[in-house]
């Protein structure tokens, strides 16, 4: 199993509805993100939190929410979808600075908004 | 100002040929480190290398190797023996320690396509 799951791995929906994507890690670590990835803009962080009661904003918040349930999972809502949000989107985790500390990523979910 | 800088887009390499995939980046930190990520057209993001901002040696992981160049903040990429599997896009990326915690930035990536 991955370490990083992310669901669901493909949506389709409608301007308008309420989408949720879901992300829980089993590799113990406090840090959680979210970005999304545009075609030629590479990866743009939405939202990331470093424990169970912080949630920060990244550079591309508006029109997205987050919620960490817990410490091995942490999700992303758009409230109103719209298709500008059409994009694949990436949980990710990262350890302590030491030895790299560097993002293990989920497999990804490819939202399309109609 | 870009964090990261990839300025191929695309690249075409010969396969068993070698191949440099260039970075460069933009920081005032002391510490901080580089990452390079593969990813190929199935959409999963690979981590491949690490250097850090400390590391007086070139980090290597068997065909990867990092050509860090601090005083020029340059972070390439360099891929020997070119396989036919290597052709996807790479990311360069940068993690800042801040004290919220770490902030990781990404380049806009570079396409490789390995030519048989």
């Known amino acids: 199993d991955a370490d990083v799951t992310q669901t669901p791995r493909n949506r389709i929906t409608k301007t308008g509805k309420r989408i949720m994507l879901e992300c829980s890690q089993t590799?113990?670590?406090?840090?959680m993100y979210w970005y999304r990835q545009d075609p030629g803009l590479g990866l743009r962080l939405i939202y990331y939190?470093?424990?169970?009661?912080?949630?920060n904003k990244g550079e591309i918040s508006d029109g997205y929410s987050v919620s960490r349930q817990a410490q091995a999972k942490f999700s992303l809502s758009l409230e109103s979808a719209i298709p500008n949000q059409t994009a694949l989107y990436f949980c990710?985790?990262?350890?302590?600075?030491?030895?790299?500390?560097?993002?293990?990523f989920g497999e990804g979910s490819r939202l399309t908004v109609l | 100002a870009q964090k990261i800088t990839q300025t191929q887009p695309g690249m075409f390499v010969q396969e068993k040929e070698a191949v440099t995939l260039d970075c460069t980046y933009d920081?005032?930190?002391?510490?901080?480190?580089l990452f390079w990520y593969k990813q190929p057209s199935s959409g999963e993001m690979i981590f491949l290398i690490y250097?850090?901002?400390?590391?007086?040696q070139n980090a290597t992981e068997g065909r990867y190797s990092l050509n860090f160049q601090k005083a020029r903040k340059s972070a390439n990429l360099v891929i020997s023996a070119s396989q036919l599997g290597d052709s996807a896009m790479y990311f360069c990326?940068?993690?800042?320690?801040?004290?919220?915690?770490?902030?990781?930035?990404f380049g806009t990536g570079t396409s490789l396509t390995v030519i048989p």
């Open positions: 990710a985790t990262s350890g302590r600075p030491t030895m790299g500390g560097e993002l293990f």
């Open positions: 590799k113990g670590h406090d840090r």
């Open positions: 939190s470093f424990d169970v009661k912080d949630i």
């Open positions: 920081t005032s930190d002391q510490s901080y480190g």
């Open positions: 250097q850090g901002s400390y590391d007086e």
């Open positions: 990326a940068m993690r800042e320690a801040k004290y919220t915690g770490n902030q990781f930035y």
